[in-house]
């Protein structure tokens, strides 16, 4: 604790003579840490959950993965091609500086301009923008080259920031001009440093030191609701058991992403709680579907089993999802009869259940000429979803049990997404997150076929392919009007769903534990956001 | 000594040289860092600008070329995670496990070496056989088990001590360093325990055997003889005697903690350069790896070096072979 600190408490105590004070600090033990305080600098979780804190975008992502006004009050699309948004005129950034279209305009086109990023998911969205105008200073009217009925939820993807930290003279969309930018564009290490994080979140920046924390303390000028903390802490603890061990003697006040086994000695004690939510990560297998020989099939005619649809069928039925989600996942999955939970945009309502069948399954098998099963090997990854070679064990040995005999072969993450990417694998167990898009996310990405101009299909590892489901999935991508689009996506999942050609297992919940008095809703992103922890005495 | 001295930095830098060419081979062979740092839903284009930004689309003899050249001129590369300089990243992180790694062999040496001395001098003793059986405990116990338990014991149940992490630091030339406020050595007490148990056996066991040899050799009883005071005896006879194997023993173990203390690093959440290096094996950033391993080569060459001069300080017989080769 500095001196301010110190300070901050005594004077409080002497107020108040009592220790709740110091309830005004927030300490958290992380699992992931940010790889840099730069919001467009790589597209992930740990990235974009501190983005949240420091930065607001156009539009928020609640609890559920809907979208919400944020800087925009609200946003319609003329035509299928430009989109309305009108701005908020009461917001300003932490350093007293308005907020008006210019900072929108200038953060598209730094998106653009960011040479140190990791990966450019945010500027390829840019990069569809015909034109961005701002008619007064708080409209913004953008013109797609394509299609794009997400347009509100991509560009929510996009922290923005101040242009005041870059010299520059008339900003204007043009690209090809520097958008009027005269000086250099900032980098990495001006967010890391704290001298370009000026952002319109509910937290300033005050440090950011890799390996030991990221402090962060109240914007006075956020326009939201305030947050509860004076000052919050994040410290990366990516161990289990060490970030257990600091909430337990008090160092933390709350920890992302505890193990499912160490819930029930949380629960035992009275001075900690837990929350959990079913996160939209679903557990599927993936089959190698569209070779005929696959390198890890072995069948008495040489035939790849795994095109025949009954074989899918049968599998799915040798597999007791209930089974795992109690006894593998202590109770925090729920088993997934779809890609998407159900109450994501496009996603069936109520899906029907894939049935536990031992007997069936064994019947669909001889049925469709494997009498005596068949021999496999499964790839899993052993440290990237929760307990994930325990779930990879069971499946295994649910498919031996049904007379296909499954060798399993789990790795760490690193090496097993290289190999999945080469397609080395005949049946792999995958996780996905699906965010923006809803339902539309997994099957874009995994279940059409790949179609690089499109840019979809570029994880079917499988080469599973369906014409007619890529027909109303294509459809379904490029329809604006919602409700059209949400009846397509569920008529697409249900023809997946039809055919198995990929086999959903359970969806992960994500958890989190606290010192009791705390409260957390929890999100299906996962993210932990301070502004979002209150103290259950504050409703 | 200057032609020696010249001898051992052409050896040095072989040893780095072949030293850099196994790890970029090896680091090579686990992956492609761009199937981890690209999302899987990110278009081709987008792929293959990431590629050829981090240079993996070349040949691995030209990516080696490239390494190898900018290293010549400083440049260790960036972090393919962090986006800063890898060595920037790992040099950041030096102080934290310097402070770790120097204040664990001090402690080690501090209690083990007296403690060894005593039970070496009264060999045979019960409590002397109790401490030697002892210290192989010390030296058996699994560093992450140990450092559960006093996580367990220290900061879950008596709540005496902070689970982890480094607490408070004041910054001298611009180095952070814990061991000036109270509160930082709070947070370094259990690593640095961690850490200097096995140590503490170590130094006690080279330590006694070594006294236990002395006692009974010639310039003792000569010493003994010409009526020596036996604290005399102890400090001027047998101990410097038997402090080469020690002083190299302790330059070994500073380079080896120094490198590779990533347990207790993990364990207690220390921001030192073992838990940066296991993050970076975990995500592939090659950069950092490699300037990692050749970092740590670097320190081992130097403190092997500083060792043999330090054999010359202690021992004259290392003095006088140089005088007369």
């Known amino acids: 604790m500095d001196n301010r600190h110190w300070a901050t408490c005594a004077a409080a105590l002497l107020l108040l003579g009592t220790s709740a004070a110091s309830a005004k600090d927030l300490t958290i033990g992380q699992a992931a840490e940010p790889s840099a305080a730069d919001p467009h600098y790589h597209d992930v979780s740990s990235n974009n959950a501190l983005a949240l804190h420091i930065f607001s975008a156009l539009g928020v992502s609640d609890e559920n993965n809907a979208i919400k006004p944020d800087l925009a009050k609200s946003w319609k699309a003329e035509d299928d091609h430009s989109w309305v948004f009108n701005l908020r005129d009461d917001v300003k950034f932490s350093d007293g500086s308005d907020f008006n279209a210019d900072d929108v305009i200038f953060t598209f086109c730094r998106v653009m301009n960011n040479e140190g990023s990791v990966n450019a998911s945010f500027s390829d969205e840019v990069r569809n923008f015909a034109s961005v105008e701002a008619p007064d200073p708080h409209t913004l009217r953008i013109t797609t080259k394509t299609v794009e009925p997400l347009l509100p939820e991509l560009v929510a993807e996009i922290a923005i920031l101040s242009e005041g930290i870059v010299q520059h003279g008339k900003i204007t969309f043009d690209p090809a001009n520097k958008c009027g930018v005269t000086g250099p564009w900032p980098t990495v290490d001006d967010f890391n440093s704290g001298k370009d994080a000026i952002g319109t979140g509910p937290f300033l920046l005050d440090k950011y030191e890799h390996g030991s924390g990221i402090t962060l303390s109240r914007n006075p000028h956020y326009f939201g609701k305030a947050p509860e903390w004076d000052h919050v802490k994040f410290v990366p603890v990516p161990s289990d058991g060490p970030r257990l061990a600091g909430l337990l003697s008090g160092d933390y006040d709350f920890i992302d992403a505890p193990a499912a086994r160490d819930i029930e000695q949380i629960k035992q004690r009275d001075d900690l709680a837990y929350a959990s939510k079913e996160s939209s990560r679903v557990i599927f297998l993936q089959m190698d579907i569209g070779r005929d020989k696959s390198p890890f099939i072995e069948t008495k005619t040489g035939a790849n089993p795994f095109q025949d649809e009954r074989v899918r069928k049968a599998m799915s039925m040798a597999i007791d999802r209930k089974a795992i989600v109690s006894r593998i996942m202590d109770g925090f999955a729920e088993p997934a009869y779809q890609f998407v939970p159900s109450t994501m945009f496009g996603a069936l309502p109520d899906p029907q259940p894939l049935p536990y069948d031992p007997a069936q399954a064994k019947a669909l098998l001889a049925e469709a000429g494997y009498p005596d099963g068949f021999d496999i090997t499964l790839h899993a990854t052993n440290n990237r979803y929760i307990n994930d070679s325990q779930v990879a064990q069971a499946v295994a040995q649910f498919l031996t049990r049904a007379g296909i005999r499954t060798k399993l072969d789990a790795m760490t993450s690193s090496i097993f997404f290289t190999r999945r990417a080469k397609r080395e694998f005949s049946f792999a167990m995958g996780g996905w997150g699906s965010a923006a898009g809803g339902a539309a996310s997994f099957l874009r990405q995994y279940v059409t076929t790949d179609n690089d101009s499109l840019g979809i299909g570029a994880s079917n590892y499988g080469a599973w392919s369906d014409p007619d489901f890529d027909k109303v999935l294509i459809q379904a991508i490029g329809t604006v009007d919602e409700t059209r689009r949400a009846e397509l996506l569920r008529q697409a999942t249900q023809m997946a769903m039809d055919k198995l050609g990929f086999i959903p297992l359970h969806f992960e919940s994500s958890l989190w534990a606290f010192r009791k008095g705390l409260r957390y809703e929890g999100r299906m992103d996962q993210y932990t956001l301070a502004q979002d922890i209150t103290t259950a005495a504050s409703d | ?325």
């Open chain 2, 1 to 325: 000594m200057t032609l020696y001295a010249f001898q051992r930095l052409l050896q040095s830098i072989a040893v780095l040289f072949a030293v850099s060419v196994a790890v970029f081979l090896a680091v090579y062979a686990i992956g492609n860092p761009a199937d981890l740092l690209i999302s899987p839903d990110a278009t081709q284009l987008e792929r293959q600008e990431l590629i050829a930004r981090l240079g993996l689309d070349q040949p691995i003899w030209t990516q080696y070329a490239t390494f190898l050249w900018n290293g010549l001129h400083g440049d260790m590369g960036t972090s393919f995670v962090h986006g800063e300089p890898a060595l920037r990243l790992i040099l950041t992180r030096l102080p934290a496990t310097f402070e770790l790694v120097t204040l664990s062999l001090l402690v080690a040496s501090l209690v083990g070496i007296p403690i060894g001395l005593w039970v070496g001098l009264n060999d045979g003793s019960r409590l002397s056989a109790a401490v030697m059986t002892g210290s192989i405990f010390g030296y058996s116990i699994p560093s992450f088990w140990k450092g559960l338990v006093l996580i367990l014991v220290f900061a879950v149940w008596l709540r005496l001590l902070p689970a982890s992490g480094r607490g408070d630091t004041i910054a001298v030339l611009g180095i952070p360093f814990s061991f000036l406020t109270l509160d930082g050595w709070r947070h370094l007490a259990m690593p640095v325990l961690n850490l200097s148990i096995p140590n503490i056996a170590l130094m006690i066991r080279l330590t006694a055997a070594g006294a236990a040899e002395a006692r009974n050799q010639d310039y003792v009883k000569f010493a003994r003889a010409k009526g020596v005071g036996s604290r005399r005896i102890v400090r001027r006879h047998i101990l410097r005697n038997i402090l080469s194997p020690i002083v190299t023993i302790l330059g070994m173990e500073f380079g080896s903690l120094l490198a590779f203390s990533t347990i207790t690093e993990t364990v207690f959440a220390w921001p030192g350069m073992g838990k940066l290096l296991i993050t970076s094996i975990y995500q592939l950033d090659r950069p950092v790896i490699v300037s990692y391993v050749m970092l740590v080569t670097f320190i081992f060459v130097m403190i092997n070096l500083l060792v043999d001069f330090a054999y010359a300080a202690l021992d004259p017989r290392v003095k006088l072979a140089e005088r007369l080769s």
